[in-house]
Structure formats: C-alpha cells, structure tokens
C-alpha cells in the first residue's frame, strides 16, 4: 500500500513541484541558480516520498492542495538542504508576484 501512496504522491506533488521549480527558474539568468533548483528536486523528493509513504493523511491533504492550487509546492522543500536555502528565496519571491 505504501508503495502506491507514493506513486500517487509522486504524481500529484513531486511531478508538479519539479516543473513548478523549473517555471519558476526559467527566467533566472544564473545557471548556477537552475542547477542548484534541479540539485534541491533530486534531495528533496526522496524525502517528501519517503514523509508520504509514513504519514498517509499528509500525503492526501499535500496532494489535494497541491493539485487543486491552494498548497505552493515549493512550500514542500525543506531549508536543511543547501541547494534548495539557495532557491528558496527565489522560489518564494516568483511564487508571489504570478499568485498577485
């Protein structure tokens, strides 16, 4: 069963917050910046999936939200990682001006 919470949770969060990453750097001049949104993905989705599959009502309300716009998916990534506290700020910036 965890195994396909985590294929849902893969389809409804963690595909999404990856192209919402890259939407959101698109514009970025920097490649540094985009290499460092790709770097902070790859960290952070094994550990979302792995938060999914042992917390299920976590994963359901994270994946409605997401699916439906009221959950940012770049609220999702955590600010351990040093490629994502790289990011975030931008991510988080972009994410208010195209929600205005």
């Known amino acids: 069963m965890s195994d ?3 294929m849902l949770f893969a389809i409804f969060v963690v595909n999404p917050l990856q192209a919402e990453v890259s939407d959101r750097l698109r514009g970025v001049a920097a490649n540094e910046l985009i290499g460092a949104g790709r770097a902070c993905i790859a960290a952070e989705g094994p550990r979302l999936l792995e ?10 309300a994270n994946a409605i939200g997401v699916s439906f716009g009221m ?3 770049a609220t999702l ?3 351990d990682n040093a490629d994502c506290r790289r990011v975030l700020p931008l991510l988080r910036q972009n994410g208010e001006r195209s929600n205005a």
């Open 77 to 79: 990534l955590s600010g």
């Open 71 to 73: 959950v940012d998916p």
């Open 51 to 60: 938060r999914a599959q042992a917390n299920w009502g976590w994963a359901a």
């Open 4 to 6: 396909f919470i985590s």
